[in-house]
């Protein structure tokens, strides 16, 4: 009777240590240390400083299941060989609205996006293998200083904010030196308000006297070498006429009447 509760025992002991194992197994999905992005962490992570190479994926696809294994070896190569290079996942049940933004339908699907881009730079059609991964990678995505490029990052930040001081500096001084020779002019028309109302109401006249009937008869003289060469052999011609005049005037003039009393 001892040897059948021992028994039961024992049986219950195998079957309660059966079942924690089974429990404490995971989905393949589920044993992984890639980080996995989702709709909520997707765009913290895509479109910075680092390139992403991120394996759309799903639960009931049979070759990401295949491919899982590689896919590890592949981000535990990248956790030591670039730290410019995030090695991600993403679920697309879970995350459907990402994966129909970018048009991913057939699975396993692998994506590499560059540094400041939301945009797939290219996808991975290659043998699904961590060596094939790398390959890809190190062609498509020269490595990038992270360190470097954020100290050039910060200079050029710091040479943008000098030369927009400068354009600010410059623009004030521009506005400045308007406002002063707008000020002059104002006083110079406030001082010669008077001469500048007479200008005007002399040019007003002029332009009255030309719109208006008056002028109709007026004759338009234009001086040319033939109008002087006119005007000077008038002048010869009334002289000399004069002067024959003169000459005939004197040749009869009478003789004073005293001069016949005489004789």
Known sequence: MSFIINSKLFTLLIIITLFSKISSLKEWWEDTKVPILNETNFYDIIGHEKYVVVEFFTKACIYCKYLAPEYEKFYELYLTKREDVAITKIECIISKKICMDYGVFAFPFIALYFPESKKMKSVFKYRRTAEELDKWVNIIAPKKNLKQSTKEEKKEIVNENDNMTKIEDYIVQQFTDVKKDINDIEKFLNDNSKNISDIININNKIENFENSDDNEDV??????????????GIFFLIKIVLFYAKSYLFKYKPLPKNIHQKN
């Open 219 to 232: 004759i338009e003289i234009k001086i040319t070498p033939l109008f002087i060469v006119k005007i000077v």
